[in-house]
């Protein structure tokens, strides 16, 4: 039979009749969830947004116009630089394959005029400390004869560095703007020393350094080899 008293009427299989009633907690389901209403946005809210997307759109416009220039310049530079190598190595073959020594003389000044931009300047073989002039251009007086090195020149022959002022138009009185050896291997075998540059020339370029380098190498032997061939001729 039943039994009374236990506060709880239990049914045969165990289970309160109270406990099978128990309340639960409603649970909204997820779909309704997104179906439940929002704040609306507000035309503040909805511009300050827009103003946000505007600004970063702008940011990116701006780095790209930058890139851009960037490689609008880097691509202008390749070309002048392509430029500048190919004359160069016209002018160095025009060294090399020069049939006598006022040949080579002739394309060396012809790389000092339009490559390197100079007015005044003199090839020189060097002779221990004495310089003997083996072509000179826009120059007059001592700078055409045969004299001694001092000074710059004098500190180039000895180290075989090539030597500039800051700038184009020179540095101490009676120095010399640049001094470029030409080496015959190890030795310097002439000089070439600029006395100024032209007008438009304001500073000095690093195509210069190159150009001076390239010079310093292959010049002298393009020299010496012509003249041994206008002699053996």
Not at 138 to 150: I, N, P
Not at 184 to 193: P, T
Request: hydrophobic fraction near 45%.
């Amino acid at each position: 039979g039943t039994r009374y008293g236990s506060g709880s009427i239990r049914r045969p299989d165990g289970e309160s009749a109270i406990g099978r009633h128990r309340l639960t907690r409603t649970r909204i389901p997820a779909r309704m969830k997104h179906e439940m209403p929002t704040r609306p946005v507000s035309a503040i809210e909805r511009l300050d947004r827009c103003q946000a997307e505007l600004i970063t759109v702008r940011r990116r416009l701006e780095s790209a116009e930058t890139a851009n220039q960037r490689l609008v310049r880097d691509h202008a530079l390749l070309d002048e630089r392509v430029s500048v190598l190919t004359r160069l190595w016209v002018a160095a073959s025009a060294l090399h394959e020069a049939e006598n020594e006022a040949c080579a003389l002739r394309a060396l000044e012809e790389v000092m005029i339009n490559f390197a931009g100079t007015e005044e300047f003199g090839v020189y073989e060097a002779d221990g400390s004495t310089l003997i002039p083996l072509h000179v251009v826009g120059l007059e007086g001592a700078c055409t004869r045969r004299h001694t090195a001092t000074g710059i020149v004098a500190e180039v022959i000895a180290s075989g560095d090539t030597w500039r002022a800051p700038s184009p138009y020179g540095g101490a009185a009676d120095e010399p703007a640049a001094c470029i050896p030409l080496r015959l291997g190890k030795r310097v075998a002439a000089v070439v020393v600029v006395w100024s540059f032209l007008p438009q020339k304001l500073a000095f370029e690093p195509l210069d350094a190159e150009l001076f380098a390239l010079l310093a190498s292959p010049a002298a032997p393009a020299l010496r080899t012509a003249r041994l061939l206008e002699a053996a001729s």
